[in-house]
T-cell receptor, first 110, second 109 residues
Framework: DAGVTQSPTHLIKTRGQQVTLRCSPKSGHDTVSWYQQALGQGPQFIFQYYEEEERQRGNFPDRFSGHQFPNYSSELNVNALLLGDSALYLC?????????FGPGTRLTVT | KNEVEQSPQNLTAQEGEFITINCSYSVGISALHWLQQHPGGGIVSLFMLSSGKKKHGRLIATINIQEKHSSLHITASHPRDSAVYICAVSPANTDKLIFGTGTRLQVFP
């Protein structure tokens, strides 16, 4: 049984570009949360999706948007990239009890 | 002040030592998580606690809800325990996590 998977593993983008990151939750999990982890910091909550809707949102600008598909997989989109968006983006899936984290996507904005 | 505080920030130990990492939080919670993060980023969930104590192998986690405090203990530490250990809480009535900044542990042979 695959756990949480994320793609791509690494990504380099230029300021002003747009990026889409993908997450497939663990089998049986219906809730997906996204976190941003800057170097040397703890992860920060971006938003959470459940039943294809954004259920909760952290303190991130509207440039950060997402989507959840009927199969519970999710995408994180970031528009108009800034240098400060360089970070590890983590996806976590859950269903009632317990959370599983993906390996993360490391985004570098140059 | 952060809602989740961990101490120490950095910890070095000799193989075999008993290790304690502390976590204090200031919000009402439904659960507290201890997580392990290795270089490269992947996070592994070690424990989810809402009360009392849990043990898994050489790892023990305790929580005191009244004092808003939790500890993670590692007995007979080993170099493979070297990682960043992160405390995270789920605020009451939400499923999101608020993370501490982590404790970087290095265990030397």
């Amino acid at each position: 049984d695959a756990g949480v998977t994320q793609s791509p593993t690494h990504l380099i983008k230029t300021r002003g570009q747009q990026v889409t990151l993908r997450c497939s939750p663990k089998s049986g999990h219906d809730t997906v949360s996204w976190y941003q982890q800057a170097l040397g910091q703890g992860p920060q909550f971006i938003f959470q999706y459940y039943e294809e809707e954004e259920r909760q949102r952290g303190n991130f600008p509207d440039r950060f948007s997402g989507h959840q598909f009927p199969n519970y997989s999710s995408e994180l989109n970031v528009n108009a990239l800034l240098l400060g968006d360089s970070a590890l983006y983590l996806c976590a899936s859950s269903s009632g009890t317990g959370k599983n984290f993906g390996p993360g996507t490391r985004l570098t904005v140059t | 002040k952060n809602e989740v505080e961990q101490s120490p920030q950095n910890l070095t130990a000799q193989e075999g030592e008993f290790i304690t990492i502390n976590c204090s939080y200031s919000v009402g919670i439904s659960a507290l998580h201890w997580l392990q993060q290795h270089p490269g980023g992947g996070i592994v969930s070690l424990f989810m606690l809402s009360s009392g104590k849990k043990k898994h192998g050489r790892l023990i986690a305790t929580i005191n809800i009244q004092e808003k405090h939790s500890s993670l203990h590692i007995t007979a530490s080993h170099p493979r325990d070297s990682a960043v250990y992160i405390c995270a809480v789920s605020p009451a009535n939400t499923d999101k996590l608020i993370f501490g900044t982590g404790t970087r542990l290095q265990v030397f042979p």
